[in-house]
């Protein structure tokens, strides 16, 4: 594969421009959230790219740690900025990041115990983003459907309430479904593994000419993980905000 430079990006940049062109055509009104999406991307893999060259020269555990907490702490406010309720923000905000960060330092603790992260910047802050990252979206969407279904039964969640039944009681089965519809993407990602798509970390570690059946175990493995966080993340979201999607 031929060495890439940011020169290239405008180009690349051409095909998220086919889209906005067709969300114009078709007033989809999509324009600004492919555009500020496909920008800010941009302008946060090129930060950390340079960032991450500056780590490999300091070699400071203690550098990489504040790298990891604050990876944390903007992945909870994108997780919770769509949902800004008058005066909950903050607490959104906290509960958000324990859903993230719990389940994520529990299996990352694990994998390092394991061998399977080694303690250098490089191993420490991909697997951290790639974990955080698949575990954003369980967030959103757990909280989302939440509030919708709660939203739509709303009277039946409040005359169980005001029966004596427990909030959380009353909310059960939006909670439980809430989390089964939290966790499809994940179980289509792993149903299509192998006959549909070739997941990114085994791609990378194949054109780098590591070992094909090599690649795909490792890739198993992260698969496992990420299903296993995306889960305890989508339950502890709900266990948290539940009683918040009613405001």
């Known amino acids: 594969?031929?060495?890439?430079?940011?020169?290239?990006?405008?180009?690349?940049?051409?095909l998220v421009l086919f889209a906005v062109a067709l969300s114009y055509f078709y007033n989809l009104r999509a324009e600004k959230d492919l555009l500020e999406s496909s920008i800010r991307t941009t302008v946060q893999l090129l930060l950390v790219g340079y960032i991450l060259q500056f780590v490999l020269k300091v070699q400071s555990f203690a550098f990489l740690m504040l790298i990891l907490f604050l990876m944390s702490i903007f992945g909870s406010i994108t997780a919770v900025e769509r949902f800004r309720l008058q005066g909950s923000f903050g607490k959104l905000f906290l509960k958000s990041y324990i859903a993230l960060v719990v389940p994520s330092s529990f299996v990352f603790v694990l994998l390092y115990l394991m061998g399977y992260v080694r303690k250098d910047p490089v191993s420490m802050i991909t697997l951290w983003g790639l974990v955080l990252g698949n575990s954003l979206s369980n967030v959103s969407l757990t909280f989302e459907r939440m509030r919708s279904e709660a939203f739509n039964r709303i009277r039946e969640i409040e005359a169980k309430v005001a029966l004596g039944t427990p909030l959380k009681k009353a909310m059960e089965e939006v909670i439980q479904n809430a989390i089964r519809v939290s966790m499809m993407p994940k179980y289509n990602m792993l149903r299509s593994a192998g006959l549909v798509h070739i997941p990114g970390v085994a791609v990378g570690m194949i054109v780098a000419g590591a070992d094909p059946i090599g690649a795909m175990v490792f890739q198993v493995v992260v698969m496992f993980v990420l299903l296993t966080v995306s889960f305890f993340t989508s339950f502890l979201t709900a266990l948290l905000t539940y009683s918040s999607v009613l405001r």
Not at 1 to 12: G, K, V
């Open 1 to 14: 594969m031929n060495s890439l430079e940011p020169s290239h990006l405008p180009q690349a940049f051409i």
